[in-house]
C-alpha cells in the first residue's frame, strides 16, 4: 500500500500538518503550535519536521508528529536539514558580543542529540559554528552521502567532513569566486562561478571532489553577473543560467539572460541556442536526467523541451506561461503562467506523446508543487505577496478540484519529500477520486460567467475585427519586436501609428485618392490638438469672410500695423497663415494691444470712399511704374455663402438632422438582430418608432 502523501502550511499563528489524498485530514499526532512563527521546514529524506519559535526550534516526526528534540537556539530565521537528516543547521542575523566580536550565527546540531526522544538537545551536540553574514546562500551543501559540506568564503571554497565541522579537510582556491553547488549524484563533483571582473568573462568550472589541481570542464562566457547552477538527479550534467544586471541593449528591464549546458565529465559543453527572443522565465530538469525544460521569449512565451545534447525534442504551443514543472515519476509536465499572469496551468502527457489532458485555472496562485504521488497539484496564494485570498488548494492532474482550505496570512506551504519508491507508478488518471467535501463547497460559491467576458472594447470599436497589432502571437498577431529603447515610441509593433477618425453611426469619409480635396486636410486634422483643431477652424472661418467682403468690395482700407507685429502685405494668404501660426506656437512671440474701433465720422469717410472710390492720376501711375487701368464694365460680384462652425440652421433643419440620426440608428438596430445578436427591451422599442420618424419627416418636406 502507497504511503500516504502530506504537506504543512505555516501561517502568522499557527503551523499545520496535514494528510492528504484520500483522507484530507490533520496529522492525528501533531499539536498545532500556536504564536508566532519563523520558518518550518521538512527534511529531504521526509522523516523529520521542524520550525522555529522565538525561543526555539522543535523537531517532530513527521510520520506520527510527535516531537523528538527541542534546541535552545533562540531568534532562528533559517533552518535547513543534511540529505539524510543526520544533522540540522540553523541560521541567525549577525550580531556582536561585548568585545565587538562577530558572533557565530550558523550552527549544526545532531538531530538525536539528546538521551532520550523529546528531551532538549544539550548545547555539547553543536557539531559546528560559523559566522554567516548575508541570508542568501546561507547553508552548508552536502554531498549525497553526507560525506563531505561545503561553505564558500574569500577567494576559497572550503571542505569539512561532516562528523569533524571544526577542522579544515581541503580548500578549493579559485579567485574571486562567488557562488557554487554540489552534485546531488553518487559522483562527489562541485560547480564554482567566477563572475565578470577586470574584463575577463564570467566562468563556470567543474572539479571532482577532492581532485581540484584542474576542473575537468569550464565553460567561459561575458554577461554573467550572477548565475544558477541546476544539476540533473544523476549528477552528471549542470544547467548554468546567466543573468546581467542591467541589459545594455535596452531590450529589458530586468537584464540580459543566457543558458549553457556542462557535462561533468567535460565530454560536453555548449550555449543552448533559443530561436525567440525574449527573457528565460524558468528552467527545470526531469527526473529522469535526459531532458529538460525551458519557457523563454517575449509573451506569449515558447516552451520546449531538450536533451543532455542541447537539442530540441519538442515545443508546445506558444502561450502566457512562464513555470514549468516535471511530475516525480516523470510523465507529467506542468506548464503555467502565475506572477502577473492569468495562473492557467497546462498539463501534458509524455507518455502519450506530449498530449494535453487538462487546463487548470488557478488563478493568484504564489506556489505550485508536484505530490511525491504525481498524481496531485498542490497550489497556494501566499502573503505577503497576496495579503487577501490566502489558502490552500489541492487539484488532481485531470483536472478536478480535490480540497481547498482557506487560510489567513499564509506565509509558507509545502509538500513532505518522499522517495518515487514508497509510491508505486499506477496510472494516475483512473480512477478519478472523490473530491474532498471542501472542495465541493468552494465550488458551489464559485459563480461560473454565463459567457466569456473577454476584453474591453470601446463602443466606437464593437463589431470591428481586432487589429493584429492588438492580437497576441499565439492568437495570429504580429510577433513582438523590441526597438531597443525601455519606452514605447511611435510605429513599435503597429503602435501609435496614426489613424483616421471614426465617428460611430456616422458615415465613413473617402480613402485619399478618391478626388476629395478635404482628405488630406483630415489626415492632418488628427495628429493636432484639439486646441490647435479649434484654432485652425477659427482661422479658416475669417479667411472664408475676408474672401466674401474683398469680392463684394466691402473690404475697408489696411490700417498701418506696428513694425514686426504683423507679416508684409505682399506675401501670399498662405504664407501669412503660416508664418502667423508658427509665431503662436513660439513662447517669446509678443502680440501688440489691438487698436481701438474707428469712430464713425472714420467709418462714413470710408463708406463714401467706397462708393465713389478716386481714380489716381495718370502721370502718378506712370511715375510709378504702373500703366493706367482702362474703365471696363464692372462684372457683378460672384455668389459666395460664408459657413461658419458654429451656424445651427434653422429649427426645421434641426429636427430633420435628429430625425434622420434617429432612423439610422435603428436600421443599425435591425442589422444588430439580423446577425443573431439579442437586443435588449429598450432597443426593441426604439426599433418599434420607426414608422413614425419616417412620418414626421415627410411632414417636414423630407424624402429619401
Known amino acids: 500500500m502507497a504511503v500516504p502523501t502530506q504537506f504543512a502550511y505555516r501561517t502568522s499563528k499557527i503551523i499545520g500538518v496535514i494528510d492528504a489524498a484520500p483522507v484530507y485530514q490533520p496529522l492525528p499526532g501533531f499539536i498545532r503550535p500556536e504564536g508566532s512563527s519563523r520558518c518550518c521546514v521538512y527534511s529531504p529524506c521526509g522523516r523529520y519536521f521542524a520550525w522555529a519559535s522565538p525561543e526555539r526550534v522543535t523537531v517532530s516526526d513527521a510520520s506520527v508528529g510527535h516531537v523528538i528534540a527541542t534546541l535552545p537556539a533562540e531568534n532562528v530565521f533559517e533552518l535547513g536539514f ?78 569539512y567532513r561532516s562528523e569533524d565541522l571544526g577542522t579544515v579537510w581541503n580548500r578549493l582556491r579559485v579567485e574571486g569566486v562567488s557562488d557554487f553547488a554540489v552534485s546531488p549524484g553518487k559522483n562527489h563533483a562541485i560547480a564554482v562561478f567566477v563572475p565578470e571582473r577586470k574584463g575577463q568573462p564570467a566562468a563556470v568550472k567543474v572539479y571532482n571532489v577532492p581532485e581540484f589541481a584542474g576542473p575537468v570542464s569550464q565553460k567561459n562566457f561575458f554577461k554573467g553577473d550572477k548565475v544558477q547552477l541546476k544539476w540533473n538527479s544523476e549528477g552528471t550534467t549542470v544547467i548554468v543560467l546567466a543573468q546581467t544586471e542591467v541589459d545594455k541593449s535596452g531590450k529589458s528591464y530586468y537584464g540580459e539572460t543566457t543558458l549553457y549546458l556542462l557535462s561533468a565529465n567535460g565530454g560536453f559543453d555548449s550555449r543552448i541556442e533559443l530561436d525567440k527572443d525574449g527573457p528565460i522565465h524558468d528552467v527545470t530538469w526531469s527526473p529522469n536526467s535526459k531532458e529538460f525544460g525551458v519557457v523563454y521569449g517575449y509573451m506569449p ?18 502561450g502566457p506561461r512562464n513555470t514549468i514543472h516535471f511530475s516525480p515519476h516523470g510523465r507529467f509536465v506542468l506548464v503555467a503562467g502565475f506572477g502577473n499572469l492569468a495562473g492557467q496551468m497546462d498539463i501534458y502527457d509524455l507518455e502519450k506523446n ?41 487539484w488532481h492532474v485531470g483536472g478536478g478540484l480535490m480540497y481547498n482550505e482557506n487560510l489567513q496570512e499564509l506565509y509558507h506551504v509545502t509538500w513532505r519529500p518522499q522517495s518515487p519508491a514508497t509510491q508505486p507508478i499506477e496510472d494516475p488518471l483512473h480512477p478519478v477520486p472523490t473530491p474532498h467535501a471542501s472542495a465541493l463547497e468552494y465550488l458551489g460559491t464559485v459563480k461560473t460567467p454565463s459567457k466569456p467576458a473577454g476584453a474591453y472594447r470601446p463602443p466606437g470599436a464593437r463589431g470591428q475585427l481586432t487589429p493584429l497589432a492588438f492580437k497576441r502571437e499565439d492568437e495570429g498577431g504580429a510577433a513582438y519586436v523590441s526597438n531597443g529603447s525601455l519606452s514605447l515610441g511611435i510605429g513599435v509593433n503597429g503602435f501609435g501609428k496614426p489613424r483616421r477618425r471614426e465617428v ?107 462708393l465713389h472710390p478716386k481714380t489716381p492720376p495718370a502721370s502718378t501711375a506712370k511715375n510709378n511704374g504702373v500703366a493706367p487701368l482702362k474703365a471696363t464694365k464692372e462684372s457683378p460680384p460672384p455668389d459666395v455663402t460664408v459657413t461658419s462652425p458654429g451656424s445651427a440652421g434653422t429649427p426645421q433643419d434641426k429636427k430633420t438632422r435628429a430625425l434622420l440620426k434617429k432612423l439610422r440608428a435603428i436600421d443599425d438596430l435591425k442589422m444588430r438582430r439580423a446577425g443573431g445578436e439579442k437586443l435588449e427591451g429598450t432597443q426593441i422599442k426604439k426599433m418599434d418608432t420607426e414608422d413614425e420618424v419616417r412620418n414626421e419627416l415627410e411632414a417636414l418636406g423630407w424624402n429619401e
Open 301 to 318: 512565451a515558447k516552451t520546449t523541451i531538450f536533451d543532455t545534447r542541447a537539442k530540441a525534442t519538442h515545443s508546445f504551443a506558444l
Open 354 to 394: 506530449y498530449q494535453k489532458i487538462c487546463t487548470i485555472e488557478a488563478s493568484n496562485a504564489s506556489v505550485c508543487e508536484f505530490s511525491p504521488d504525481g498524481k496531485h497539484i498542490l497550489t497556494a496564494t501566499t502573503s505577503p505577496r497576496l495579503r487577501v485570498d490566502n489558502g490552500v488548494r489541492i
Open 82 to 159: 543534511s540529505p539524510l537528516g543526520s544533522f540540522i543547521i540553523t541560521w541567525q542575523r549577525p550580531s556582536k558580543d561585548d568585545n565587538g566580536d562577530a558572533i557565530k550565527n550558523l550552527k549544526v546540531w545532531t538531530v538525536l542529540g539528546g538521551e532520550s526522544p523529546g528531551t532538549e538537545v544539550d548545547e555539547h551536540t553543536v557539531v559546528g559554528r560559523f559566522v554567516q553574514k548575508s541570508q542568501t546562500g546561507w547553508n552548508l551543501q552536502y554531498t549525497f552521502d553526507e560525506q563531505y559540506c561545503a561553505r564558500v568564503v574569500t577567494n576559497e571554497i572550503q571542505f
Open 504 to 610: 460611430p453611426g456616422a458615415e465613413l469619409a473617402p480613402e485619399e485618392g478618391n478626388g476629395t480635396p478635404s482628405n488630406a486636410a483630415v489626415d492632418g486634422d488628427e495628429q493636432l490638438s484639439k486646441a490647435a483643431l479649434k484654432n485652425k477652424k477659427k482661422r479658416e472661418s475669417k479667411k472664408a469672410k475676408d474672401a466674401a467682403e474683398k469680392a463684394t468690395g466691402l473690404t475697408p482700407a489696411p490700417e498701418k500695423s506696428l513694425p514686426g507685429a504683423f507679416p508684409s502685405p505682399s506675401r501670399s494668404p498662405e504664407r501669412r497663415d503660416r508664418k502667423g501660426h508658427e509665431r503662436n506656437r513660439s513662447r517669446g512671440y509678443f502680440e501688440p494691444r489691438p487698436q481701438s474701433r474707428p469712430d464713425r465720422r472714420d467709418a462714413r469717410r470710408t463708406h463714401d470712399h467706397q
